[in-house]
């Protein structure tokens, strides 16, 4: 969540930016067009005051709202709240030669490094234009032979335990006779032995993902909380350690141990209803974290248990796990800490060797493999790590989930996807292939308010989401931003359940590795064989 | 798919021919479109009832021969034979059809020590129908036999002379195949070892149940559904000791609504077999009955989207897809009939049958042990 | 009675509070015409105070002893019977301006079309919400009914 260790530029990468660095002359051009509409402005400058770029002016003598585009980063606040819908904003068309090779975004970024020298960073994601593995899944629906299910008539349970189970149920039978008035009865009692491991109850198959305090603003934080509250399912402090006045959503929240160990004491073991060791994450697998020390504010200096203003930095390795050995001892570590009452995560990017990961994971003492694809969010990640490494998430899955049947132990552990689920459908999709349930990171975030700028690591945040600004956090009512991911939850549910009724299912348990029930479509026979699907066309 | 099925049990254990089977079947002929039909009787061969009674079909003499060789292997023949059958113009194609009385060998049982008569006959079963092309073994009980092919049951029950046959328990199943095509070995009911199932329905929630149970070893090699909730039952009631009642439980679970309202610890009950056995949850339309030779036991899917009707008459119990299969057998009085709930199994099972409780499960010799909640 | 109140949490002085104020109010009650045509003759009827971060929208509060009434010297400014509100004739105003001297709240302003009179919120009489806030987009604007106000 943090910026990495070479910081490009601790602001806003534009072409002002640029030419504060070394250069007089940048070559860089804007990535935006502003467009205002004469006859709607109205001057009232509500995008004068809602841009943290300083995209927008007001010239008092020409009694006129200017633009600098090359300010502009797209993030849409200005369009969003200009009360005439006056403002525009649109690709820069700056016609550099057409070339599929050399394209507009490798020389921007040549010249960007070629006069800043630094790594390039960014925000979000990975935008590349890699293969949507979902989008070539299509899903299944009972005609004829099986009745789908309505679901606003009948039930239709979607509710996910996360843990370890055991094999099989074991029980004590105590069979006693009795005489009732004409005859003998007997009656059964079924004692329970299983003492079933701790688990994740879900109303739904979603959690909030990792996002930490310090990434993200204390408001942000507040509504994923009360949104996890109302829905019934769960969100994830990330790294940054937890506000003390988040003790309260405690039965909500998954806290993370990762590598800077950054808030972690008894308490916020003790407050959660689950840890979660956070090993590696999708959009930058490999890669430790920098919070830069004018980030770290009074609050975030509390929260995360380090001096006011000092860098926080997350090492790239868990510097006491240098082997599945030590992760062992760190998961054995942590459930002595806390009883063995919660169900300990170890979240890692899919990298290519997953599945033999997940299983050494599984084996090593975790309740619950989180795994996070190629298309993985982040505050900040450098451009070439976050568009380059790992493997999608589907793929992922599909090898776990077979690895870990395979060896007989996938029911030592649940599964949670996570790396750019955006709808239901996709959700569906990964709950057929095996996971248990998914984490959604950029799609709560959009929803929040979010418009992919990919500008988190500036900290200006227009959204007031990514951001510590006093001026900018306020921006974000948690109250409304709670009740939009709400929304959110009950809308994506409704939908599950409307393709599950289509499917004649009625509980997600039947729903879960259903890999019968896909198909895939344009895809690769490799990709197919890994999916373990088959392609559309082909029958049971 | 849709099909038509039936049962009858007579609870005091007194056999009866194959006939009343038939007919019940064959009044439901609408519910069939010809593509097979089957049957499983128990109580048959009280002359080898203590020998695994394998039925086979066999695609040509080739493969019997190798399957021959491989049962001598692993089995002590008792007594072989064709299965006998009698020319029925509308039952063509017919393959070869044998049955073998068989006795585990001795060395068989120490060189496989850890594991059970059952589990070993249950390894032979799995070994020919994954492996060998062209046999395939339909039925592997002891006392009992499962009689099917292509065609309308009443066809297949008059082919194979089940009316020559008697037995206490008998079920039946008439088919309307849509996910796969009809094949002998496909046809219902399918048997592992005293376990017999027929079923009216989909399983929509087939590909978690098959890849779940391939986790235990079984394999699911005849593509179609109704195997999953065979090897589920195996799974469940011989391998995990769950009684027949709690097994139901498993399949069907209740609705976690309901789960909420329980008393605490029927709640925690149902909640840790919920959370444990998710996978072998069956999802879709569904009317079973199953039998292990102690009882017949119906039950249909958690919204009941297949029909179910039991009947309840001097010592027998029936149970069919329509009430017309019942009163076709049997003269039935208001308050005979009744129809299963949503949830609620409806239970035919042999008295007397204490005796056996004690042997129990826990040595692993294959008595089944029911008890109710 | 319902009253606005701020929070100034979430008042991020984007002014939209006081936009939807002017148009509320304007002739045409359509903000681009009534910006480009009558802009300088509206007033808005609430006044946003800002100090750094810390911001928030305030109108007349519509107190309960309130100081306006009492300062007025034609009975301009009265109180509603049945609504409780402070309401303000422009008819009867003689633009003395001696309820702007007496408010505490500094939320009654001169009107800038008709010099001679004041002007104030008037709750936007006729409407489910009042303008401002249903304009503001953080909800730091809300219309209320607060139990116990009264007695302040």
Redesign the interface.
């Known amino acids: 969540m943090e910026s990495s260790a070479s910081v490009l530029c601790k602001s806003s990468v534009s072409v002002q930016c640029i030419r504060k660095a070394n250069m007089k002359k940048s070559l860089l051009f804007p990535d935006f067009t502003v467009t205002r509409d004469p006859d709607k402005c109205i001057q009232c400058e509500v995008c004068v005051r809602q841009c943290a770029f300083d995209a927008h002016s007001f010239d008092k003598e020409a009694n006129k709202i200017e633009t600098d585009n090359s300010k502009c980063v797209s993030c849409l606040r200005c369009a969003t709240m200009c009360p005439t819908g006056a403002i525009t904003v649109s690709e820069h068309q700056q016609n550099i030669k057409k070339n599929k090779n050399w394209t507009e975004k490798q020389l921007k970024e040549l010249y960007k490094q070629s006069e800043t020298g630094g790594i390039l960073l960014t925000g979000m994601g990975t935008d590349k234009d890699y293969k949507i593995i979902w989008d070539h899944i299509l899903l299944d629906a009972a005609q004829v032979t099986n009745p789908s299910i309505d679901p606003l008539r009948e039930p239709m349970e979607l509710r996910t335990y996360l843990g370890a189970k055991p094999d099989r149920i074991e029980f004590r039978v105590q069979s006693s006779e009795f005489r009732g008035q004409n005859k003998k009865l007997r009656t059964t009692n079924y004692e329970l032995q299983t003492k079933l491991p701790p688990q994740l109850k879900l109303e739904t198959p979603i959690l909030f993902s990792a996002m930490s305090y310090g990434a993200i603003s204390l408001n942000t934080m507040r509504a994923l909380a009360r949104a996890a509250d109302e829905c019934g399912i769960f969100y994830n402090t990330g790294e940054g350690g937890l506000p003390k006045e988040l003790y309260k959503y405690g039965k909500n929240t998954i806290v993370q141990v990762a590598s800077g160990r950054f808030g972690v004491d008894s308490d916020y073991l003790d407050v959660a209803a689950a840890v979660e060791i956070k090993v590696g994450q999708g959009a930058k697998p490999g890669i430790g974290g920098h919070l830069p020390g004018e980030k770290v504010t009074e609050e975030i200096s509390q929260t995360r248990m380090i001096p006011t203003g000092t860098d926080a930095l997350s090492p790239a390795p868990h510097h006491d796990i240098y082997s599945i050995e030590d992760l062992s001892q760190l998961i054995y570590s942590i459930k002595e800490a806390t009883g063995y009452k919660k169900p300990l995560s170890v979240k890692v990017a899919a990298v290519h060797n997953i599945a033999a990961i997940a299983s050494g994971i599984v084996r090593a003492g975790a309740d619950i493999v989180a795994i996070d694809g190629l298309r993985g969010g982040t505050g900040a990640a450098p451009t070439r790590i976050r568009d380059n490494v790992g493997i999608p998430i589907e793929l992922a899955i599909s090898a776990v989930d077979s690895r870990l049947r395979e060896e007989g132990i996938r029911n030592r552990a649940s599964i949670i996807a996570a790396g750019g689920f955006r709808n239901s459908a996709d959700v569906v999709k990964a709950i057929a292939l095996g996971a248990d349930a998914v984490y959604i990171g950029t799609a709560a975030l959009v929803a929040m308010g979010c418009h992919l700028c990919q500008k988190c690591y500036t900290g200006k945040c227009n959204w007031g989401i990514a951001t510590q600004d006093p001026y900018l956090v306020k921006r974000l009512n948690p109250e409304i931003a709670a009740r939009r991911l709400v929304n959110l939850i009950k809308a994506w549910s409704h939908e599950i359940k409307e393709i599950m009724g289509g499917m004649g299912i009625n509980a997600v348990e039947s729903l879960r590795g259903n890999r019968l029930r896909l198909r895939g479509f344009d895809l690769h026979e490799n990709e197919l064989k890994i999916l373990d699907i088959k392609p559309a066309g082909e029958s049971m | 798919m849709g099909c038509s099925i039936a049962g009858i049990i007579d609870e005091k254990g007194n056999r009866f021919s194959g006939e009343k089977i038939i007919c019940a079947i064959k009044k439901m002929y609408l519910r069939a479109n010809g593509l097979g039909g089957g049957f499983a009787g128990y109580g048959i061969y009280p002359e080898n009832s203590d020998d695994f009674c394998f039925h086979i079909i066999y695609n040509d003499e080739k493969s019997r021969e190798n399957t021959e060789s491989y049962l001598k292997h692993d089995f002590e023949i008792v007594k072989e034979e064709p299965i006998p059958t009698r020319t029925v113009k509308a039952i063509v194609n017919r393959p070869l059809l044998f049955r073998y009385f068989l006795r585990v060998k001795d060395e068989i049982k120490k060189q496989f020590y850890e594991m059970t008569e059952e589990d070993i006959v249950m390894r032979s079963v799995m070994k020919i129908n994954g492996a060998q092309a062209g046999a395939f073994v339909i039925s592997s009980g002891k006392n009992m036999g499962i009689f099917k092919g292509v065609g309308y049951a009443a066809d297949i029950g008059k082919f194979y002379k089940l009316e020559e046959y008697s037995g206490y328990c008998w079920i039946a199943h008439d088919r309307f195949p849509t996910n796969t095509p009809g094949w002998w070995g496909g046809a219902h009911p399918f048997g592992l070892l005293n376990f017999s199932i027929v079923h009216n329905g989909e399983i929509s929630s087939y590909g978690i149940n098959k890849r779940y149970l391939e986790e235990f070893g079984y394999r699911l090699t005849l593509h179609t559904d109704s195997e999953a909730i065979l090897y589920l039952f195996d799974l469940l009631l011989r391998k995990h000791k769950l009684p027949m009642s709690l097994a139901h439980k498993v399949l069907c679970p209740p609705l976690w609504s309901e789960i909420e309202k329980m008393p605490e610890d029927e709640r925690k009950f149902y909640e840790t077999l919920r959370i444990i056995y998710g996978s072998a949850l069956i999802n879709g339309p569904s009317a079973i009955i199953v039998s292990d030779g102690k009882m017949m036991f119906g039950f249909t899917d958690r919204l009941k989207l297949r029909p179910l009707v039991a009947a309840r008459n001097g010592s027998k119990f029936y149970l069919a897809s329509e009430e017309c299969a019942i009163q076709e057998i049997c003269p039935l009085k208001k308050g005979d009939v009744f129809f299963p709930k949503v949830g609620e199994p409806a239970i035919g099972k042999l008295r007397n049958t204490e005796q056996t409780r004690n042997k129990g499960t826990r040595n692993g010799h294959g008595k089944f042990r029911f008890s109710s909640v | 009675m319902k009253k606005i109140y701020f929070n100034e ?8 509070c006081e ?2 104020c002017l148009v509320a109010h304007s002739k045409s009650k359509k ?2 015409k009534a ?2 045509e009558e ?1 300088p003759s509206l007033t808005p009827r609430l006044i946003i105070e800002q100090k ?2 810390l911001s928030f929208a305030i109108q007349c509060r519509h107190c309960k002893d309130a100081p306006c009434v009492e300062a007025c010297v034609t009975g301009a400014m009265k109180r509603g019977k049945k609504t409780g509100a402070v309401s303000h004739d422009r008819e009867k105003c003689v633009g003395c301006w001696m309820c702007i001297m007496s408010c505490p709240f500094g939320v009654i302003l001169m009107d800038t079309k008709e010099k001679k009179v004041a002007t104030k919120c008037d709750l936007c009489e006729d409407v489910r919400e009042p303008a401002c806030v249903d ?1 503001c ?4 604007l809300v219309y209320k009914e607060v139990k116990g106000s009264e007695k302040k």
């Open positions: 949490e979430y008042c991020m002085a984007c002014r939209l936009i939807a903000i681009i910006y480009k802009f750094g971060p304009a987009p953080n909800e730091a």
